[in-house]
């Protein structure tokens, strides 16, 4: 879809790491559940940020709350936003020292442990970017701890997308945090719109991948965010979820409108498959 006004970003932003869960495949089936027009913009759960960058591609002006619980994640989106032209040359250096040997320098830099939050973000987007099956992972301990891909020319930089990702959060007056989705969204009003994609919930015990971070996102937190997805509409936001097909969403939701999608999943909980499945779009709007 074509911009509906003048942006400041020749080339349209898209997400800049690949993310487990990232929506990418399903904006189509999305886009007609998007609001036209909206205050402030709320995606609490934002990984990769699939929809805000369809948003900021199709939407009048608006500003934007985005939010997730891993730190690195949102340190690195603060850093593109106000400090893109520090972090390229980093991510190039990144590039040259990687194709001279690719398996010591990825080993190298996932035991590094930079302190600059512009270093921190070089070294996020570059172990995304030549990890096995692209994906971001925490032990425990909350170190990455996935090992080196298999990629013969992976692309490290993209300077013209970073470039528009930093002009994306600019136009927006991105407030970029690290919160906890209650929190991160507490002063949404009405006319705003808030779009949920939590970690889904397991259909099995083996699939429960939760591991974004550290601590998982369980039974007590899938109802915490169908208690608070109700009151925010009750405020007057217009709420959008995603979820799994499974019999307990579709009880927490029964008073919402659910349209079961198939979709492709492209990173399973043992990252070795890709097979089609259904999910759910679940809203309420005022
Ligand atoms: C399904 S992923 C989101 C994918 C994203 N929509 C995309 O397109 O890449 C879920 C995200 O929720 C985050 N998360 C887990 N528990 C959370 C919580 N309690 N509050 C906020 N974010 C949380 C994870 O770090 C993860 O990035």
């Known amino acids: 879809m074509e911009p509906l006004q003048t ?5 349209p932003p898209r997400p800049f790491v690949k993310w487990a869960g990232g929506k990418s495949q399903l904006l189509d089936r999305l886009e007609q559940y998007f609001p036209k027009n909206f205050d402030t913009y ?3 759960f934002l990984g990769g940020g699939a929809v805000f960058f369809h948003l900021v591609n199709t939407r009048p002006k608006f500003n934007a709350v985005l939010s997730d619980v891993n730190k690195e994640l949102m340190s690195t989106y603060v850093v593109i936003k106000n400090e893109v032209e520090d972090l390229i040359p980093l991510l190039k250096e990144h590039r040259v020292k990687y194709r001279s040997d690719p398996k010591t320098y990825f080993y190298k830099v996932r035991a ?3 302190s600059l939050s512009v270093e921190r973000a070089a070294r996020l987007i570059f172990l995304n970017k030549t990890c096995f099956n692209g994906l971001y992972r925490v ?5 990455f701890n996935v090992p080196c891909g298999w990629f013969l020319n992976p692309s490290i930089l993209d300077e013209e997308n970073l470039r528009s990702v930093s002009a994306a ?3 927006s007056n991105a407030k970029i945090l690290s919160q906890d989705f209650q929190d991160a969204t507490k002063n949404a009003k009405k006319g ?3 779009y949920f994609d939590p970690p889904y919930n397991p259909k099995s015990v083996t699939a429960s991948f939760t591991s974004y971070t550290e601590g998982g996102f369980g039974k007590e937190d899938q109802e915490r965010l169908n208690q608070w997805s109700t009151e925010l509409s009750n405020r007057g936001c217009d709420v959008l979820l995603s979820n799994s097909d499974t019999p307990e969403i579709h009880a927490l939701y029964k008073d919402y409108h659910i349209e079961p999608v198939s979709a492709m999943r492209a990173i399973n909980c043992k990252g070795n498959g890709r097979r089609g499945h259904t999910e759910l779009i679940i809203s309420k709007y005022s």
Do not use: A, I, M, R
């Open 112 to 114: 590094s442990e930079p």
């Open 169 to 171: 959060l600019c136009w």
């Open 192 to 194: 705003d719109f808030v």
């Open 7 to 11: 942006v400041p970003w020749t080339k």
């Open 139 to 143: 032990n425990k301990s909350g170190k």
């Open 42 to 44: 709320y995606e609490p």
